[in-house]
């Protein structure tokens, strides 16, 4: 792409703002902040449940709260993804 010379590329915030707001409450663009919320919180609490064994913190139910955290994170987060694909 070759601009023509004088010619700008202007856009102000709000403009950029709208333009942010309409991709991410698309299908694709909702779907990836679903994947960004999800998939690292997966990791994170599989990561602290692995990390309380290694330091020989054996906690009851351990495993249970750091997976069950996730889930309900989960879940909630595609709910409100729901909400918006459907709105």
Do not use: N, Q
């Amino acid at each position: 792409l070759s601009m023509k010379s004088g010619a700008s590329i202007s856009a102000t915030t709000s403009e950029i703002a709208l333009l942010i707001l309409v991709f991410f409450s698309r299908f694709f663009g909702s779907t990836i902040v679903l994947g960004a919320i999800i998939l690292p919180l997966w990791c994170a609490m599989h990561r602290i449940h692995h990390c309380l064994h290694d330091l020989k913190i054996h906690l009851p139910g351990a495993k249970f709260l750091c997976y069950g955290f996730a889930s309900i994170v989960s879940l909630l987060a595609i709910v409100a993804w729901a909400r918006i694909v459907i709105l």
